[in-house]
């Protein structure tokens, strides 16, 4: 089985920093992208950052430049390091791993349990 676990929440400041990590665990035969993702109360999921196996990166517009995307390996920390952190990047943050199925026909997500960021004076 797979597992996503996110660590490094808490509260901060505004302007303050961050490093949010995810632990996987379990076989991941073939990763395709892994990322962090926010949910804020009443709102949509967005994406916030993703690295892909490559290691490209993608960003949202409103964290481009304050946050950065990271990670060891596919089975070990994936790390997003917010730095310059808005009350209003007050969220709970999800990380994700997708998977390719084989013949790579498909994918498959996995979501960790989400950890609380809160940003306030």
């Known amino acids: 089985q797979v597992q996503l676990v996110e660590s490094g929440g808490g509260l901060v400041q505004p302007g303050g920093s961050l490093r949010l990590s995810c632990t996987v665990s379990?076989?991941?035969?073939?990763?395709?992208?892994m990322g962090w993702y926010r949910q804020a109360p009443g709102k949509e999921r967005e994406s916030v950052a993703t690295?892909?196996?490559?290691?490209?990166?993608n960003y949202a517009d409103s964290v481009a430049g304050r946050f950065t995307i990271s990670r060891d390996n596919a089975k070990n920390p994936m790390y997003l390091q917010m730095n310059s952190l808005k009350p209003e990047d007050t969220a709970v943050y999800y990380c994700?791993?997708?998977?390719?199925?084989?013949?790579?026909?498909?994918?498959?997500?996995?979501w960790g349990q989400g950890t609380q960021v809160t940003v306030s004076s």
């Open positions: 994700s791993l997708r998977e390719l199925l084989p013949y790579a026909v498909t994918s498959r997500d996995y």
């Open positions: 379990g076989v991941v035969r073939s990763m395709d992208a």
């Open positions: 690295i892909t196996r490559s290691g490209a990166t």
